[in-house]
């Protein structure tokens, strides 16, 4: 994995780059995450918001009040208007980050979560390993899944 990093929507219509290394990779196993992907989590790459821009296409943005935080911080959400597919998240209670869904980089082979984050509300059946950052709800920053991730590179 060496930058620039691409990625885009499900139909190709919205592209992005990623210019610099990712922070960390983690797992979600919020609602919002669960609802969002329709699965029982959701991958997430944090990057700096500095290096990801749209490169082909227009991305539509959608803001929304998050439901994991009690004052409901909004975050932006960019996504595809054609096909749908959220593409990097803008989340107002971190400015100097974006985070990605990673499913849609170009190449995925190298992601592997060094956390998981909300596992209070993961599914009964999915096991979370003892060996990896964990948090029962939102960590208070992403100093120690940056650093698990920085330690594994």
């Known amino acids: 994995m060496t930058p620039p990093l691409t990625g885009a929507c499900q139909c190709g219509e919205v592209g992005y780059a990623i210019t610099a290394e990712p922070v960390t990779v983690y797992a979600c196993h919020c609602r919002d995450c669960q ?3 329709g699965a029982a989590f959701a991958l997430s790459l944090v990057v ?4 990801i821009g749209v490169i ?3 991305a539509r943005e959608w803001q929304r009040p998050s439901a994991q935080t009690a004052s409901g911080t909004p975050m932006v959400c960019l996504f595809c ?4 597919a959220r593409l ?3 989340p ?5 980050v974006a985070v990605v869904k990673p499913g849609t980089l170009d190449d995925t082979a ?7 984050i909300w596992t209070e509300s993961a599914q009964p059946w999915v096991a979370i390993p003892a060996r990896t950052v964990n948090y029962p709800r939102q960590p208070p920053d992403l100093a120690a899944l940056a ?3 920085r330690a594994r590179r």
């Open 110 to 116: 190298w992601l592997v979560p060094v956390g998981h």
């Open 81 to 84: 208007g054609a096909c749908g």
């Open 48 to 51: 700096p918001r500095a290096a």
């Open 35 to 37: 609802r969002q992907s």
């Open 92 to 96: 107002s209670r971190n400015p100097e």
């Open 88 to 90: 990097y998240h803008l």
């Open 56 to 58: 082909r296409g227009t």
């Open 147 to 149: 650093a698990a991730w």
